[in-house]
C-alpha cells in the first residue's frame, strides 16, 4: 500500500471513555513521521452517521480507518461495504477490542500508523442480518443471543467499571436467567434446543479476551455456531467463561459446535435481546447470511 494514498479516520469520540481520540492523536504523529501528509480526520456523531462517513470516505478512493470500539468498527464497514473492494484500516480504542485481537492488527500508535501507511490487506467475511423490520444490518464479529446479550446490555450500563465489567456482569446477568427455547435453520435443515446462549460466528472471540468459538475464524468462507445448551445448571456458566479465555470450554457435553455454509435463520420462544459486535442489534427471529471476503482490511 502506498503512503501517499488519502487517509480519512472516522473517530468514535466517546470510545474506550475518549480513548479513541487520544489514540488517533498518536496515530497521526506517527503517520506524520511517516511522510503520510494526507490525512482527514471526522468525528461520528452516531452509528448511522459513522455508517455514512465510512461511505463517504470509500467513495472519495480514501482508506477509511475506523478508529473505536468493535461496534463503531461494525458501523463504519457498513458504510464502506457500499463500494466494492474499499479498504478498512482500524485502530483499535475500545473496551474489547476482540476484532482487532482475532485479526493479529496492532494496538499502539506506532504498529498501527506502519500498518496503515504500509500494510497489506485481508480480504474478510461480513454478516447481512435480516431484522424482523425488514432491514438489513452488518455484523464483522459475532451475533449472538441469550445470556450472553443480556450479559452485554448489564456491561453497555456499567461503562463506568471499566474491562472489570466483562466479568461482573455475566454474574448478574445469570442470578435471574432462565434458559430459552431455539429454533435454528442451518443451511434449510431445522433443529430445536433449549439454550443458554447462541453464538453465530465470524471471529469467535469477544467478552473482553474470550475464545468463545475458538474454531471460527474470520476468512473461512463459513458461519460458526455455538450453542449452550440448557439442561445444565446455569450455575455451571462461571467455570466455562473461565474456560473460554482458552476456548477450552467447547469440549463440555452441553457445548454444541455447527456449521453453516450460507444461512442461519434464529427464532426464540420468548424476547430476549439479539446483539451484533456487542451492541444491540434488534428483538428475533434474524436471518444471518455470510458474505465470504467481502471487506479488505489493513493488516501489518
Known amino acids: 500500500m502506498s503512503s501517499a494514498r488519502a487517509i480519512t479516520a472516522v473517530v468514535n469520540p466517546v470510545s474506550g471513555g475518549g480513548d479513541a481520540v487520544r489514540q488517533w492523536t498518536a496515530v497521526a504523529e506517527e503517520l506524520a513521521r511517516l511522510d503520510v501528509v494526507d490525512v482527514t480526520v471526522v468525528e461520528s456523531q452516531s452509528s448511522e452517521h459513522a455508517t455514512q462517513l465510512g461511505a463517504q470516505s470509500a467513495r472519495s478512493g480514501a482508506l477509511t480507518v475506523a478508529v473505536g470500539g468493535d461496534g463503531h468498527v461494525r458501523d463504519v464497514a457498513e458504510g464502506v461495504l457500499a463500494v466494492a ?3 478498512l484500516g ?3 480504542a475500545g473496551r474489547g477490542n476482540d476484532l482487532v485481537r482475532h485479526l493479529g492488527l496492532p494496538l ?3 504498529g498501527i500508523a506502519a500498518a496503515l ?3 497489506a490487506t485481508r480480504s474478510v467475511d461480513v454478516f447481512e442480518v435480516a431484522r424482523p423490520d425488514g432491514g438489513v444490518s452488518v455484523a464483522v464479529g ?3 443471543a441469550g445470556l450472553d446479550s443480556v450479559a452485554t446490555e448489564l456491561i453497555n450500563r456499567l461503562r463506568w467499571m471499566g474491562p472489570i465489567a466483562y466479568r461482573v456482569a455475566p454474574v448478574l446477568a445469570a442470578s435471574g436467567w432462565k434458559p430459552v427455547d431455539v429454533t435454528l435453520t442451518v443451511d434449510g435443515e431445522r433443529r430445536d434446543a433449549r439454550a443458554h446462549l447462541l453464538v453465530i460466528a465470524n471471529s469467535g472471540d469477544y467478552g473482553h479476551g474470550l475464545r468463545m468459538v475458538p474454531s471460527a475464524s474470520v476468512d473461512s468462507g463459513e458461519i460458526a455456531i ?3 445448551h440448557g439442561e445444565r445448571s446455569k450455575y455451571r456458566l462461571a467455570s466455562l467463561m473461565k474456560q473460554a479465555k482458552t476456548g477450552a470450554h467447547v469440549a463440555r457435553q452441553e457445548v454444541e459446535i455447527l ?3 450460507s444461512r442461519v435463520d434464529v427464532t426464540f420462544g420468548r424476547g430476549v435481546p439479539v446483539h451484533a459486535d456487542g451492541d444491540y442489534l434488534c428483538q428475533p ?3 444471518v447470511r455470510i458474505r465470504p471476503a467481502a471487506l479488505p482490511v489493513v493488516v501489518p
Request: charged share 10%; aromatic share 4%.
Open 90 to 92: 482500524i485502530a483499535a
Open 259 to 261: 456449521r453453516a455454509s
Open 285 to 287: 427471529p434474524v436471518s
Open 108 to 110: 499502539d500508535p506506532v
Open 142 to 144: 459475532n451475533v449472538y
Open 85 to 87: 473492494a474499499a479498504p
Open 226 to 228: 455455538m450453542l449452550l
Open 117 to 119: 501507511a504500509g500494510g
